[in-house]
């Protein structure tokens, strides 16, 4: 079985570095907000590194709900968001929700992931 939604092993108690891959699905979409409430019911605020290098798109109609419920709650209360990729509509992404949220946002290059990790998961 391919996993499309990763927990990864620099997630910390306060930061949840998770990376997508090819289309997922809301049930896997789940993997990772689980991961984000669990640190908010603990800490009251997360950061968030995203890596989106293999992401292609929602797999179903589920995924798309979980992120748009993300985006209007939970989003609210990420104090960093990293998002690692090279695709442009990453960068475009970060730049248009900025408005929107109080997350301090930022777009790194697929090769800068330790970078991305080192900013996000540092004090807020």
Request: hydrophobic share 45%.
């Amino acid at each position: 079985m391919i996993v499309m939604v990763e927990v990864m092993d620099a997630t910390t108690a306060t930061c949840v570095v998770v990376r997508f891959g090819g289309k997922v699905s809301g049930e896997e979409y789940k993997v990772f907000l689980d991961a984000i409430d669990e640190r908010l019911e603990a800490e009251g605020e997360v950061n968030m590194v995203a890596v989106l290098n293999d992401f292609v798109f929602y797999g179903d109609l589920e995924a798309l709900k979980e992120d748009t419920h993300f985006g209007i709650h939970e989003y609210r209360k990420v104090g960093r968001a990293a998002y690692v990729g090279d695709k442009k509509w990453i960068g475009l992404f970060v730049k248009i929700s900025e408005p929107f949220y109080k997350a301090e946002a930022k777009h790194f290059a697929a090769d800068a992931l330790d970078e991305a990790i080192s900013w996000a998961c540092s004090s807020g």
